[in-house]
């Protein structure tokens, strides 16, 4: 018998939704993915603007691998970079086990190297989990969003365990493909919303 996430109109379960995500972004073309990546690079000084992020904090990215919006073929991290060259201070998440995500700082493609699950980690002094508090903004992985501002994640739940750290002047940013702001997301009472979903062409939209 059909259980409830199989009958036509009620909503499909995350890891329903996180499998078929997952394989519309790997069906995606090389040349997709870069200019998608060139996009969000090209935004980020805008982006950052237009939250009135401080220049004076630091700012949280994360590392986008495989088919994740701003990873490249060639491994190249123009995001990344972008922040770099505008003189904002990047702090990037080291996952250490079911604590909340510990954070170290990156420059260049030489603080990087291997982590868990297939992911890059920086490799200089880790400054905390505490350190979310400090970030102007966060930027964080995500397979999907909605415009109520839920996120889809890998199902780790190290964001949701992170972002209760942040502070109240921290904005929070999921980033999506063009085509992964749904309708409507299913949500746990452990999900932590997000302020905003960047896409790469569609841009910036706040979220309720
Ligand atoms: N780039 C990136 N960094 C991140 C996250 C993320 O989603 N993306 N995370 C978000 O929380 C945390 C780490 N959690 C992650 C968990 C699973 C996978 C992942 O790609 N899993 C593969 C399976 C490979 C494996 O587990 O060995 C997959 O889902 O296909 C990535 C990150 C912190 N850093
Ligand atoms: N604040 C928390 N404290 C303890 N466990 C948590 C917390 N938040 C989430 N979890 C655990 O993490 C699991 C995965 O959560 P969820 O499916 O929402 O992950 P996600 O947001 O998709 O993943 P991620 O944040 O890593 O991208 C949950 O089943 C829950 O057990």
Redesign the pocket.
């Given at each position: 018998m059909a259980g409830p996430a199989e009958r036509p109109g009620t909503a499909r379960s995350k890891s329903e939704l996180r499998t078929e995500l997952?394989a519309r972004r790997r069906a995606r073309s090389e040349a997709e993915r870069w200019q998608d990546a060139a996009n969000l690079a090209a935004a980020l000084p805008d982006v950052l603007e237009s939250l009135r992020a401080d220049p004076a904090r630091p700012v949280c990215l994360?590392?986008?691998?495989?088919s994740?919006p701003g990873a490249t073929p060639n491994g190249a991290l123009p995001v990344l970079d972008a922040a770099v060259a505008i003189g904002r201070r990047v702090l990037l998440?080291v996952?250490s086990g079911d604590a909340p995500?510990d954070w170290a700082g990156f420059r260049d493609r030489g603080d990087l190297r291997d982590g868990p699950?297939?992911?890059l980690e920086p490799s200089g002094r880790r400054v905390g989990p505490g350190a979310v508090a400090d970030a102007a903004v966060v930027v964080v992985?995500a397979l999907a969003a909605s415009p109520d501002g839920v996120r889809l994640?890998?199902g780790?739940g190290?964001?949701d365990r992170s972002l209760p750290l942040i502070s109240p002047s921290t904005v929070v940013v999921a980033v999506v493909g063009d085509t992964e702001l749904l309708p409507e997301l299913p949500v746990e009472p452990h999900d932590v919303r997000v302020h905003a979903v960047w896409r790469p062409t569609a841009g910036l939209v706040g979220t309720a």
């Open positions: 997952l994360y590392v986008p691998v495989r994740e998440p996952v995500l699950h297939g992911l992985p994640g890998r780790g190290h964001y």
